[in-house]
């Protein structure tokens, strides 16, 4: 019999193996949109948050986690959508921002947590790595992101704001 | 496996631990189905599914008025930004009016799409039309200070389901109140017209300005019961730091009086039948419809 421990892993493992549709380098788990895993009467409900309220990335996600674990001989799952605590940008994984600066997706830099400044750092340049970089719209191509350039490469780029 | 050990492990597993738990379910609107309503924690209380309604509602209207300047901004970037900030506020809706619509066994969609003008309960404010840029930068700078001065209130709320939404969005509203602000600085002190043209529209909006702060029956029972505060508590506040943004964009605080309103008693300007009527259409003509 599978111990209880190692089924939850494996639930959690599914459900981790589920990509953001607008950032699709970044799995759900990396992002710290997947918040918790669990048995109810033989049915997996995994429990995500959205990262703005406004995302309209949180549908497909789910419609992704129910094909994700059909995929893997299940029924399908129960998804639930939770708004508290609220997301940030704490949460997203080390790993997970490796691969969005690989991507050319500038990561969040400093926390949100205990703070309210959120533009005080410098953003590196995710094309030469130049700190010489400057914003030129606070909102970007989604909710989630703010439009920079590199003084040094003149790339523009996306930067993924601390929330 | 003993009871003790089976605990640790579900709250090994439990993510964020005991909050998840307690915490607001919702679910996608268009995907909400009435096993889905059952799963859901118990309906809200009517004071409070009609203060949700009111919250949701000023955010919906809002998020309308704003998408139309997709693809109509005077830059690209801006009809990025303005857009997004339509996200977030219809974000807000979404989340108030699912929470609401539980009181009356409805569905979001369904306040949306299918109340009449004098059904909908957001502040006149919010209604009032694009005019030039000028006119929503002022819009938003008022509503933007005035959401994000509410929602800090609403964070300590009695309702947990009203707090953790509020706690989501002031995150949101903050870059609102800084996307107003920065363009008023830049606006006022930008040419001679732009000033001309800022200041204009700061006059205009003025008299709608007085109704955000306005203590209906409704706001003494809510504030009572700790669910949220008086509007007229904000005033004071939401005066130091719109005046200080105004002032620093070398303009001078509007002075006119506050307009007779009673947007909450479904009382509307003339202006939200239009906006209704385009968008609810689509859901009227084709009842049912979805992607």
């Not at chain 2, 492990?9 to 607001?24: L, N, R």
């Not at chain 2, 930004?81 to 108030?96: C, E, K, M, V, W």
């Not at chain 2, 000033?195 to 306005?214: C, D, I, K, S, T």
């Amino acid at each position: 019999m599978v111990s209880k421990t190692a089924q939850l892993q494996q639930l959690w493992d599914i459900a981790a193996t589920v990509h953001d549709p607008e950032i699709p380098v970044l799995t759900i788990e990396d992002l710290g949109i997947l918040r918790d895993i669990r048995l109810e009467e033989g049915e997996a409900v995994v429990t995500i948050t959205p990262t703005y309220s406004g995302c309209p990335a949180m549908d497909t996600i789910a419609a992704d986690l129910r094909l994700a674990f059909m995929d893997a001989g299940f029924d399908g799952a129960r998804v639930e959508l939770t708004l508290a605590p609220a997301w940030t940008t704490d949460w997203m994984s080390e790993a997970g921002k490796a691969k969005l600066n690989e991507y050319g997706i500038a990561p969040p830099v400093g926390r949100q947590e205990g703070s309210r400044l959120r533009l005080t750092l410098s953003v590196k340049c995710p094309r030469c790595n130049s700190l010489d970089t400057r914003e030129l719209a606070h909102f970007g191509s989604t909710s989630c992101k703010a439009l920079f350039q590199c003084n040094q490469c003149q790339e523009p780029f996306d930067y993924f704001k601390v929330l | 496996m003993s009871h003790s050990h089976e605990q640790e492990i579900e709250d090994e597993f439990a993510g964020v631990g005991d909050t998840i738990a307690s915490a607001t379910r919702v679910t996608p609107g268009h995907a909400l189905r009435p096993e889905d309503i059952a799963l859901q924690d118990a309906p809200p209380a009517e004071d409070n599914a009609e203060y949700a309604l009111w919250l949701g509602d000023d955010s919906l209207i809002l998020a309308q008025r704003l998408s139309w300047w997709i693809s109509r901004a005077p830059e690209m970037e801006e009809d990025v930004a303005l857009g997004n900030i339509a996200l977030d506020l219809l974000g807000h809706a979404r989340s108030f009016l699912t929470y609401a619509s539980k009181q009356w066994g409805k569905t979001e969609d369904e306040l949306a799409y299918w109340r009449e003008e004098e059904e909908f309960r957001n502040l006149r404010l919010t209604e009032q039309p694009n005019g030039g840029f000028g006119e929503t930068i002022a819009r938003q700078l008022y509503f933007a200070v005035y959401q994000e001065l509410l929602y800090t209130r609403l964070v300590q709320s009695t309702d947990s389901t009203i707090a953790a939404i509020s706690a989501k969005a002031l995150k949101e509203v903050a870059y609102h109140v800084d996307h107003a602000t920065q363009w008023c600085l830049r606006l006022g002190m930008g040419t001679d017209e732009s000033a001309r043209r800022l200041q204009h529209a700061l006059n205009l909006m003025w008299p709608y300005v007085g109704e955000l702060f306005q203590d209906e029956p409704l706001n003494e029972r809510i504030a009572a019961a700790g669910i949220g505060p008086l509007p007229s508590s904000l005033r004071e506040e939401w005066d130091q730091r719109v005046s200080a943004v105004i002032e620093e964009s070398e303009l001078q605080v509007p002075q006119a009086k506050a307009a007779m309103a009673h947007s909450r008693a479904g009382d509307h300007s003339e202006h939200l039948g239009y906006l209704l009527a385009e968008m609810q259409v689509l859901a009227r003509k084709h009842p049912g419809a979805s992607w």
